[in-house]
Nanobody
């Protein structure tokens, strides 16, 4: 199994930047995709970005050109660099790990990002 833990959230002004981290413990070699999701108050959780073992990335249209997902050199960490933040980016951000080990889908506890106007 794997266990992801997010950090790096906080309060930032509109136009500012934050970098979220997702540290994964456990069987890192079983991971084939790492994803970030977010959930704003009163809304459904939505996809933000993903990166595969082959470093193929994908982004939601709402964050393209502003957010960058990457992996750390030790492969135990996934980052989400967020720039040009907007108030509508305010949400709890979750790390999701896709693994070949059952149950296959692992979620972190989330980290709050608040962007003030």
């Amino acid at each position: 199994q794997v266990q992801p833990v997010e950090s790096g959230g906080g309060l930032v002004q509109s136009g500012g930047s934050l970098r979220l981290s997702c540290v994964v413990t456990g069987n890192i070699g079983s991971i084939y995709r790492r994803e970030w999701y977010r959930q704003a108050p009163g809304k459904q959780r939505e996809f933000v970005a993903s990166i595969t073992t082959g470093n193929r990335t994908s982004y939601a249209d709402s964050v393209k050109g502003r957010f960058t997902i990457s992996k750390g050199s030790a492969l135990s960490t996934t980052y989400l660099q967020m720039s040009s933040l907007k108030p509508e980016d305010t949400a709890v951000y979750y790390c999701n790990i896709k693994s070949i080990l059952a149950p296959g889908d692992y979620w972190g506890q989330g980290t709050q990002v608040t962007v003030s106007s």
